[in-house]
């Protein structure tokens, strides 16, 4: 079983940034492929960005050029750099993590979810 924590999230004005961090335990993660998803309220939950096991990232359109996923493997944790944040990325933000190499596909362990509000 795998352990997912996420923290960093907050209030935030438009145009500023956070640093939202999703600490594993359990397992290690290094050769999972992990994940963060969004779910704003009244809509679905979505993808933001994936990072395969190898370090290869894919970013959703609404956040490419602005959010940057890290993997720390010594510290089993990713991270999830938002920058030029708008009120749209308002949303609990979720780590996803993958016992598999690859982003495509059913995520096994889900961590509780941190709030990102984005104020204008």
């Known amino acids: 079983q795998v352990q997912l924590v996420e923290s960093g999230g907050g209030l935030v004005q438009a145009g500023g940034s956070l640093r939202l961090s999703c600490a594993a335990s359990g397992r290690t993660v290094s050769n999972y492929a992990m994940a963060w998803f969004r779910q704003a309220p009244g809509k679905e939950r979505e993808f933001v960005v994936g990072m395969w096991s190898g370090g290869t990232t894919f970013y959703s359109n609404s956040v490419k050029g602005r959010f940057t996923m890290s993997r720390d493997n010594d510290k089993n944790a990713v991270f999830l750099q938002m920058n030029s944040l708008k009120p749209e990325d308002t949303a609990v933000y979720y780590c996803?993590?993958?016992?598999?190499?690859?982003?495509?596909?059913?995520?096994?362990?889900w961590g509780q979810g941190t709030q990102v509000t984005v104020s204008s």
């Open positions: 996803a993590a993958r016992a598999r190499t690859q982003i495509t596909g059913v995520y096994d362990y």
